[in-house]
């Protein structure tokens, strides 16, 4: 089942900060978030493991909360490369090793 | 070097034709994917294999065949195509399967069926 995640779409000035939410109805895991530009191809952001770590990648950090079934990314004091879609992928504990992916959260960042 | 390579990078080909999108990639990897992005951006997983053997399947019409003839190839060959068939077509690949190992994706294949 694929999570759900929030909010669709988000427009910001660069240096704004956002938040993109990813949850999921089954026990997880672990979360992966990636980012794809228009016409390219999804890159790895980050993944978080069960045990609620919180993960950094230069300003973009996650969360992840293995009882609520959910994990955050924030995106803080955005900068225009930081425009793209991003996708919270789910593995759950009863389907190892197989990435189920949100409908994405489109960000864009302008001047 | 290009870690995960695709070809072709655009295929337009008519209803009932029968047609293949190849996929490498050089970084060693045990485990290889291919996901369908549909028009509305859906990244759905189709396949995966590790070390040559298929290990997810998932609810794939028939008419497309998964060969992989080393770990570092991965094919998807689709039979008599239909309309609904049009997507991007992406293979990734994880150092080995399982929870923890990130996913590096191909360039994708934009496929569109008349």
């Known amino acids: 089942q694929q999570p759900v995640q929030s909010p669709q779409a988000v427009i910001l000035r660069e240096g704004e900060d956002a938040v993109i939410n990813c949850s999921s109805s089954?026990?997880?895991?672990?979360v992966h978030w990636y980012r794809q530009k228009h016409g390219e191809a999804p890159v790895f952001l980050m993944i978080?493991?069960?045990?609620?770590e919180q993960k950094g990648h230069d300003k973009i950090s996650a969360s992840f909360n293995e009882k609520k079934q959910q994990s955050s990314l924030y995106l803080t004091a955005s900068q225009l490369s930081y425009s793209g879609t991003y996708f919270c992928g789910t593995d759950s504990t009863d389907s190892w090793g197989k990435l189920q992916f949100g409908a994405g959260t489109q960000v864009v960042v302008t001047p | 070097d290009t870690a995960v390579s695709q070809t072709p990078k655009y295929l337009v080909t008519q209803m009932g034709n029968d047609k293949s999108i190849k996929c490498e990639q050089n970084?060693?990897?045990?485990?290889m994917y291919w996901y369908k992005q549909d028009s509305k951006k859906f990244l759905k997983i189709m396949f995966s294999y590790n070390n040559k053997e298929l290990i997810i399947n998932e609810t794939v019409p028939n008419r497309f065949s998964p060969k992989s003839p080393d770990k570092a190839h991965l094919n998807l060959h689709i039979n008599s195509l239909e309309l609904g068939d049009s997507a991007v077509y992406f293979c990734?690949?994880?150092?080995?399967?399982?929870?923890?190992?990130?996913?590096?994706f191909g360039p994708g294949t934009r496929l569109t069926v008349t």
């Open positions: 970084l060693g990897h045990d485990t």
């Open positions: 089954k026990a997880l895991y672990s």
């Open positions: 978080l493991l069960k045990g609620g």
């Open positions: 990734a690949s994880s150092q080995a399967l399982g929870q923890t190992y990130e996913q590096y």
